[in-house]
């Protein structure tokens, strides 16, 4: 029975076939030689020797396929610690190694595929990132540079590859204020003057994070002259279309007014004239307010902080807007520049009122925790959708007239309460109550 006959057979069918030769061709022998006259002794020694070497041939026969796979496997693992995926494995040998040579070449097919994707993946991240126009720096440990795209390159590095330099180094040639914002670790807006004169303004953004087990830091470097110029650009736009819509609002009215005044006075009609320059002054007047409060925000002086007793302030506050005040006062005085506050709080009560809230639902809460001041202005009104919420705090953003925020359509109410917080270093809050209503919340830091 030769090898190619095996090869079908499965390895308990060749485990058996052994067996079934080692019991029958000892007594076969043990038989033959018996009758060729032969001593017991003597014919079971022939029949060792006749057996050794047919056991040995079906042992080697019975291996041979085991150990082929065996090395074949051994030169696979090695070519899939060396990246490559693409060795098969020939089918050969028992049904069993046949079926181990399938299942190899099944998971060979996969990884293949599993590689391909993830280098596609890391070829379109590649492509990505150094594409980008936002500069990326990504530095090791040990502050050497890892990974600098081709913005990096150029901002940094005049074109050429920044991988495994020192990033202290690199920085050390750039301008000033470039250089004090990539050292640090905080994100911030600044601007830089170029070698060639020109100003660019820049936005540093720096994140650490763990990368395998060692810590690493991802700067990242944006230009932000051409947005800013955008939306310079478009806030002008804005500010232009409501002064003219302002303006014309009370001009026109004023010139007809005066038209009709002077008509009335070469007719000798003196009885309407009074209410005809009654009404000019009013209209004057309005458009006095509103400039008034234009020039205000544009030209909000910083803040003159000093304590503050709160019985004092709330009943100066209470002579020009109507509220309530929820919860108990601080036992601390505040601290911060009691006119701007004033106008703030002003410009948001006139909201609440001017929400539909009903007067005694418009209240004034203050809590002191933690060092800073919490002042929340409160109404019962319909309270902002989601879209309003998100913009009302820009300048010359209006609402309709029945909705806070508003301040008679000029967009400035909750503009100048938010830049008068932040100028104290604080913030406001804008968010709807529960069971309707806004709750306005100013948060100021208090001197320690």
């Known amino acids: 029975m030769g090898p190619r006959l095996l090869r079908p057979l499965s390895l308990r069918a060749r485990a058996l076939l052994a067996l079934a030769v080692a019991a029958v061709v000892p007594p076969l022998v043990i038989l033959g030689v018996r009758r060729a006259g032969l001593e017991a002794g003597a014919a079971l020694g022939a029949a060792v020797l006749v057996m050794l070497p047919l056991l040995a041939w079906l042992a080697a026969l019975w291996l041979a396929p085991l150990l082929r796979l065996t090395r074949a496997l051994e030169g696979a693992v090695l070519s899939y610690r060396d ?24 998971m060979g097919l996969a990884l293949r595929e599993q590689r391909q994707h993830l280098a596609q993946r890391e070829l379109l991240l590649d492509t990505v990132v150094q594409n980008t126009p936002v500069a990326l720096v990504l530095t090791a440990p040990s502050e050497r540079i890892a990974i600098a795209n081709l913005a990096a390159r150029q901002l940094l590095g005049d074109g050429r590859s920044l991988v495994g330099l020192d990033f202290a180094t690199v920085i050390a040639g750039l301008p000033e204020t470039l250089r004090e914002a990539l050292a640090g670790d905080g994100d911030r807006l600044f601007m830089v003057t170029l070698p060639d004169g020109s100003e660019e303004t820049f936005h540093h953004s720096s994140r650490a994070f763990r990368l395998q087990g060692q810590p690493h830091r991802l700067r990242l470097l944006r230009r932000m002259t051409r947005e800013l110029s955008r939306a310079e650009v478009a806030t002008w736009k804005r500010v232009i279309r409501v002064l003219s819509h302002e303006l014309n609002n009370s001009l026109a009215p004023i010139s007809s007014l005066a038209h009709s005044g002077a008509e009335l006075a070469r007719r000798g009609d003196t009885v309407r004239l009074p209410q005809v320059l009654a009404s000019i002054g009013e209209r004057a007047a309005h458009l006095h ?44 005085p505040g601290w911060f520049d009691a006119a701007q506050i004033e106008q703030a709080l002003l410009n948001l009560i006139k909201n609440a009122h001017e929400s539909g809230s009903e007067p005694d639902a418009v209240a ?39 909705e806070p925020g508003s301040q008679g359509g000029t967009g400035l109410g909750l503009a100048l309460a938010r830049e008068i917080a932040e100028a104290h270093d604080g913030r406001i809050a804008l968010s709807n109550r529960d069971g309707g209503g806004l709750r306005v919340l100013i948060s100021l830091p208090q001197a320690r």
């Open 83 to 106: 990246g490559d995926f693409s060795l098969n494995l020939a089918p050969d040998g028992p049904r069993e190694l046949i079926d181990l040579t399938r299942l190899h070449a099944e």
């Open 289 to 332: 307010s509103f400039l008034s409060g234009y020039a205000a925000f544009a030209k909000l002086p910083a803040p003159r902080r000093e304590a503050v007793d709160w019985p004092a302030f709330l009943a100066r506050l209470a002579t020009l807007g109507e509220f309530r005040v929820d919860g108990a006062l601080p036992d601390k």
């Open 364 to 402: 004034l809460a203050l809590r002191l925790q933690g060092g800073e001041l919490g002042i929340e202005v409160l109404d019962r009104g319909p309270g902002m959708s989601e879209v309003v919420l998100a913009q009302a705090l820009l300048p010359f953003y209006s609402t309709k007239r029945s």
